[in-house]
């Protein structure tokens, strides 16, 4: 054996080797067929297509053939045996040539590869009829890496992989393995030396948690039948119609009988028909992108492509999206691209450098929440961010995603004293890469997708979030109105006696209100940590906080914008939200309780029925103040409109316990107006005061032609409509 080659065979030995294809398999060797297989595990082997034996050169495993040039076909099977007298037989992996386009490659680096879950991870696979499995993995900083599972003892010696040039793209086909096979990937960093065992960053199902191991997926398709949810979604203005969000995480919102977690086939099931029986148009999950730690709720993911197998397969959670669209009911989920925790399994030094990440701590770490920051200015990693986005919209139908922490994406300093965070290159505080990568996900995403919705969670008053990238916005189709949800549960949390004292922070909302397209959210967030539940954040004696939750959500459904309130909120839990708990469904034998869930579901009815409450959810022309300033008596009145000029209806809403008789506003029109809500109403536990029909005087008032008279019931609100003539 020549030098170079002998220098070759002790890095095979040694599982160093960038280019293992260069020595092992079939070579041509001074006019002669040579094979050359590294089975580290095999005590003798042979060539199966011709039964003939390969001789042990090295004692480590090295086994060679020599005949002549055409002997063999081009991809031949060897017959080994291991040490415990076991016989193993197979292609060579060695005898395949690249399985990745050179295109696929080019786009990726690119950072213009919107699909790269096609070509990268673990795929069913066949070359010339021989099925197998192809890997592929990014790692440009290893010297070496190997596939290694349950298919080869978790030995990366024995399925080394190929380097395609400088890209830092590995591939490699194993012939004949098959879905279930359980891998991960063995790197070896080229600058230290060090080996690293880590899961596939495109994995698309994992073990159970505590285990990390990556899963080869089933290749057969999964029988969808929403065929005309999509097609009504992608030609759905649901700019203008209703939208009523109920946010549901899995793990809790109920569990099986023995306390363990339901399936998803099993809480499709449950779920949808409580949630068609409350009126909620969408369901939002939170994560259930793989996760190791239960307690993250989702929010810091390992496997961006991957469904959690907490619940089951990935079809079985493509079977509870398909039974919501069957249903009628949308499916939203949380996804967070805005850092990812430091699990050793996983993308935290994935390749033994920074490569998802940033090397420097002042642009790479989240102190709060102990997670590293994505490198969005990496043309890889943000391919690797929308290319999941895209995953989820088109494998599983998912109709939106809910970006977490934008905020913190955005902002360079966010959560950081001075001389902790790096200004950008115009020495500001703006993540230009973040941005950059925000309206990449929004216009690739939703311009192959029309109607899948982009929602950001974004906290600050950064402008143009919803607004089209070509006008300079990020282009998210939805933006959370957390001004408008702190303002308002800063309000309702005081005693009404002093309300008056701080009516501004129910009307600050409406001069920005129709600047963004907002949804108005009680999430999970609003019901963790110390926080308390939304109705023991209520002041007053039981009365009061059941009346005040009542009329916190009139003013929720009555307000511009889309609606989302967290799983438990809508009779009323009495306890923070625990992940590791059921709900607390007995509650709904108390009338309390189910009279706040009664209330919902008529609101999210009335908010469905009466266009004047949605159609212009984003637009200024859907709303008018009639009485803003009456902070004395701690009262709001404005009208809601639809398209039509007689299609108003009149809000009222009294946010003390005293009741206001013979309290005027004034009305647009004359004739009766009817009451179509009250909060106060017996049907939800109220008191039960209130008005059937007003006829409106021909008195002006507030600027109005007309005028009525009205009794306002205490910490409660009334919806009026015009009856027609």
């Known amino acids: 054996m020549r030098a170079t080659n002998r220098e070759d065979l002790q890095r095979i030995l040694d599982a160093r080797h960038h280019d293992p294809?260069?020595?092992?398999?079939?070579?041509?060797?001074?006019?002669?067929?040579?094979?050359?297989?590294?089975?580290?595990?095999?005590?003798?082997?042979?060539?199966?297509?011709?039964?003939?034996?390969?001789?042990?050169?090295?004692?480590?495993?090295?086994?060679?053939?020599?005949?002549?040039?055409?002997?063999?076909p081009d991809h031949y099977r060897i017959r080994w045996n291991d040490g415990h007298g076991h016989e193993h037989v197979g292609y060579d992996p060695y005898s395949f040539g690249p399985v990745v386009s050179d295109f696929d490659i080019h786009l990726f680096n690119e950072g213009r590869h919107w699909h790269a879950y096609r070509f990268l991870g673990a795929h069913a696979h066949e070359v010339d009829g021989i099925q197998g499995v192809r890997f592929a993995v990014w790692a440009p900083s290893a010297e070496r890496v190997s596939v290694v599972g349950d298919f080869n003892r978790w030995?990366?010696?024995?399925?080394?992989?190929?380097?395609?040039?400088?890209?830092?793209?590995w591939e490699f086909f194993i012939p004949g393995l098959k879905p279930g096979a359980l891998y991960k990937y063995e790197i070896r960093n080229r600058d230290t030396g060090a080996t690293l065992v880590k899961t596939d960053p495109y994995g698309q199902r994992f073990e159970l948690r505590p285990q990390t191991a990556a899963v080869v997926h089933d290749p057969e398709p999964f029988s969808w039948s929403d065929e005309a949810w999509l097609k009504e979604r992608a030609g759905d203005a649901w700019l203008h119609r209703p939208m009523s969000i109920y946010e549901v995480h899995l793990g809790s919102w109920r569990l099986g009988e023995d306390g363990q977690f339901l399936n998803y086939r099993e809480l499709a099931r449950a779920l949808v028909p409580y949630v068609k029986e409350m009126g909620f148009t969408h369901i939002e999950l939170l994560p259930v992108t793989e996760h190791p730690f239960d307690g993250s709720w989702g929010y810091q993911t390992t496997g961006y492509y991957a469904p959690t197998s907490r619940f089951g397969s990935p079809d079985d959670f493509r079977d509870f999206v398909n039974h919501c669209h069957e249903n009628g009911v949308g499916v939203l989920l949380d996804w967070a691209p805005g850092h990812f925790p430091r699990d050793a399994h996983a993308l935290a030094r994935f390749d033994g450098s920074a490569l998802y990440e940033h090397e420097d701590p002042r642009m790479g770490e989240h102190r709060d929440w102990g997670t590293l920051i994505f490198n969005y200015g990496r043309n890889e990693v943000r391919n690797f961010l929308v290319s999941s986005a895209m995953y989820w919209v088109e494998e599983f139908h998912i109709d939106g995603l809910r970006v977490d922490a934008v905020a913190s994406m955005l902002y360079l300093n966010y959560s950081r004293e001075e001389g902790e965070w790096i200004p950008n290159k115009f020495g500001g505080q703006e993540n230009l890469d973040a941005i950059e990568f925000l309206r990449d996900l929004n216009s690739s995403v939703q311009g192959n997708h029309p109607g899948a919705l982009i929602m950001a969670e974004e906290s600050t008053s950064w402008p143009q979030v919803t607004r089209p990238t070509w006008l300079g916005g990020l282009g998210f189709s939805l933006k959370w109105n957390m001004g408008w949800m702190n303002d308002t549960l800063e309000y309702f949390k005081k005693d009404p006696i002093h309300r008056h004292y701080h009516h501004d922070q129910l009307t600050f909302g409406l001069l920005y209100a129709f600047t963004e397209n907002f949804v108005l959210p009680f999430s999970h967030d609003e019901v963790v940590h110390g926080k308390r539940s939304l109705l023991y954040r209520m002041p007053g004696d039981e009365w009061q906080r059941f009346a005040n939750l009542r009329l916190l959500y009139t003013l929720m459904w009555s307000y511009p914008g889309k609606k989302l309130l967290f799983m438990g909120c809508e009779y009323g839990q009495g306890n923070e939200w625990d992940d590791a708990k059921e709900?607390?469904?007995?509650?709904?034998?108390?009338?309390?309780?189910?009279?706040?869930?009664?209330l919902v579901a008529d609101l999210n009815a009335l908010y469905a029925r009466e266009k004047a409450l949605h159609h212009f959810d984003f637009e200024w022309q859907g709303f008018e103040w009639i009485d803003c300033h009456d902070a004395a008596q701690s009262v709001l009145s404005f009208i809601r409109k639809g398209e039509e000029k007689d299609d108003f209806i009149l809000a009222a809403l009294n946010f003390t316990?005293?009741?206001?008789?013979?309290?005027?506003?004034g009305v647009p029109a004359p004739g009766r107006y009817r009451e179509i809500f009250n909060s106060d109403s017996h049907f939800y536990c109220g008191s039960n005061l209130g008005n059937l029909e007003v006829e409106a005087e021909d008195l002006p008032w507030m600027g109005r032609p007309y005028s009525v008279v009205l009794t306002l019931p205490p910490l409660a609100g009334i919806l009026l409509k015009p009856v027609a003539p």
């Open 21 to 72: 294809f260069s020595l092992l398999g079939s070579h041509v060797e001074q006019e002669q067929r040579v094979v050359r297989a590294y089975l580290p595990h095999a005590t003798q082997a042979r060539l199966d297509d011709l039964d003939e034996p390969m001789e042990k050169v090295h004692d480590r495993g090295i086994f060679e053939w020599r005949g002549p040039l055409d002997a063999l």
């Open 155 to 169: 030995d990366g010696r024995c399925h080394t992989m190929r380097v395609r040039g400088g890209s830092g793209v």
């Open 583 to 598: 709900l607390e469904w007995y509650l709904l034998q108390f009338p309390f309780h189910s009279g706040v869930k009664q």
């Open 657 to 665: 316990p005293a009741p206001r008789e013979g309290y005027r506003i």
